[in-house]
């Protein structure tokens, strides 16, 4: 078959949301580009990660809202739950957004789209089945797909990932999960509040990573609701096994315990998906942990480029694949050759991350406990609670609240935050780190009332409270106003 030949400026493998990124900014500046998708436009984000799970939740928490309002005087009813016409919801949403990701738009953009495989066959040259493509520089962003833990019988038991929870034939009566990470939280909640029993298993505790005492509020948060964990706990063996009527999965710890299920959900992390790059031939250095880059993004082969999960170390979420996209096409096109590298970089510590439960848990930095490991005793933290919060105990949801870690000078280093929001509120420490604001900013800016997100300057005020209020300006104060 002959091949249909490109010489181009720019090109992509693979079309979920660092590839897309890059290419809608490469082609609206002018650029060439050929941008190569086999599967479906948009990547796992769009087709089943954040988008179809968050429509999800939206579902959960709408069949949650109808069974919680006591505490405003509102009587609680059983929600009748129609799952087809849930799966019909998430759909709908995926089919609204799907436009903004589609290759008609790409073409429009002045993209070549093929919808095929490609491979390198050497450092300069990619292939698929119809084309042969040589660029100026190449991007390699294919994402990642689920990983199964080496768990004994799991080959041979059929189980759900991210990629097929959401068009699971019923609603699961029991639907087991491993993996005590974002998606088991995300997804555990949300099939309990939709009247699965849940129970999650993990051979680690849950949330380890994560501020201790938040982690403790989201783990109850879920409990209460009637999510089971067992965790740590070692798996021995999965088995298929009947449960009531139907083909379910039978679970046995190495502790001897035995929990049957309807569904068996894995979300155990994810692996970068490299396999059939042909990497070696183009003299890209990687592992099973991804592509090793610089901190610009660029591989061994100076003319290849990665993005988003596939990178080792600095991939797994859809923001930062974004940002990702966003660094190389500063890179690439407006900064002075080679020195990209040094200022374009993709290498931060500022990369905000959030569970979508109910309550939220967002986190940014360095924890509290990784701070102190690098920085030792020039560490200072400060707190507040959404008890304290006006807007919250309104709402009735005073779970939870901030803590911010920044070095003695005010440098805010990271910061947690568990509660209603979290996501969002988590933003405004994003933009103070990333613009060099320190703890003194953040306790001056005006904050509507009442607002949660006030929660941040009353934390960031704390700071200063033993040094406005010590006797010294007690003193300063009364001295002052005798000559007013």
Not at 129 to 152: E, L, W
Not at 332 to 338: N, V, W
Not at 382 to 392: H, I, L
Not at 432 to 458: C, D, H, N, W
Request: proline fraction near 4%; include cysteine; hydrophobic fraction near 40%.
């Amino acid at each position: 078959m002959t091949k249909t030949d490109y010489n181009v400026d720019i090109c992509i493998i693979g079309a979920g949301s660092a590839g897309l990124s890059v290419a809608s900014g490469a082609a609206q500046l002018g650029r060439s580009v050929v941008l190569f998708e086999a599967n479906e436009m948009g990547g796992d984000c769009l087709n089943s990660g954040c988008v179809p799970s968050k429509s999800l939740i939206a579902a959960g928490k709408a069949a949650h809202a109808q069974t919680s309002g006591e505490k405003y005087g509102v009587k609680p009813v059983k929600p009748k739950i129609d799952f087809e016409a849930v799966k019909a919801h998430i759909r709908g949403v995926i089919e609204q957004i799907a436009p903004v990701d589609s290759q008609e738009r790409f073409e429009g953009l002045g993209c070549t789209v093929i919808r095929e495989y490609a491979h390198f066959i050497d450092d300069k040259t990619v292939e698929s089945d119809s084309t042969r493509v040589k660029a100026k520089r190449f991007v390699i962003a294919t994402g990642s797909r689920p990983s199964a833990p080496p768990i004994p019988g799991l080959d041979d038991t059929p189980y759900l990932t991210n990629e097929t929870i959401f068009d699971v034939d019923r609603l699961p009566e029991h639907l087991l999960i491993i993996g005590a990470g974002p998606i088991g939280f995300e997804l555990g909640q949300t099939f309990r509040r939709l009247g699965s029993e849940v129970t999650i298993i993990d051979v680690a505790a849950p949330l380890g990573r994560n501020e201790p005492e938040h982690a403790k509020i989201l783990i109850e948060a879920l409990e209460e609701e009637g999510v089971k964990f067992l965790a740590p706990a070692k798996t021995k063996q999965i088995k298929t096994k009947k449960y009531k009527t139907k083909t379910g999965v039978s679970v046995e710890l190495e502790d001897g315990t035995k929990i049957d299920g309807s569904h068996l959900l894995v979300a155990a992390g994810r692996t970068p998906a490299l396999e059939k790059l042909t990497l070696e031939k183009a003299n890209v250095n990687h592992d099973k942990k991804g592509i090793e880059t610089d901190e610009a993004l660029r591989t061994s082969n100076s003319s290849i480029y990665a993005a988003g999960d596939v990178v080792k170390g600095m991939g797994g979420l859809t923001h930062a694949a974004g940002f990702h996209a966003g660094q190389l096409i500063k890179n690439f096109y407006f900064m002075p050759p080679l020195l990209g590298r040094f200022f374009a970089k993709a290498a931060i510590e500022r990369m905000p991350a959030a569970i979508y439960s109910e309550p939220e848990l967002a986190n940014i930095g360095l924890s509290e406990k990784e701070a102190r490991e690098r920085h030792g005793d020039d560490i200072k933290t400060v707190s507040w609670e959404f008890e304290e919060n006006d807007r919250a105990m309104a709402e009735r949801k005073t779970e939870g609240g901030i803590k911010i870690v920044a070095t003695r000078k005010g440098k805010v280093l990271g910061a947690s935050i568990v509660g209603e929001g979290a996501g969002e509120i988590i933003q405004m420490l994003s933009l103070a780190m990333a613009s060099g604001v320190k703890i003194s900013g953040l306790a001056q800016f005006i904050s509507p009332y009442p607002t949660r997100t006030e929660i941040v300057k009353r934390a960031a005020g704390s700071w200063y409270t033993d040094t406005i209020f010590s006797e010294k300006t007690r003193k300063l104060a009364g001295i002052l106003t005798k000559f007013q």
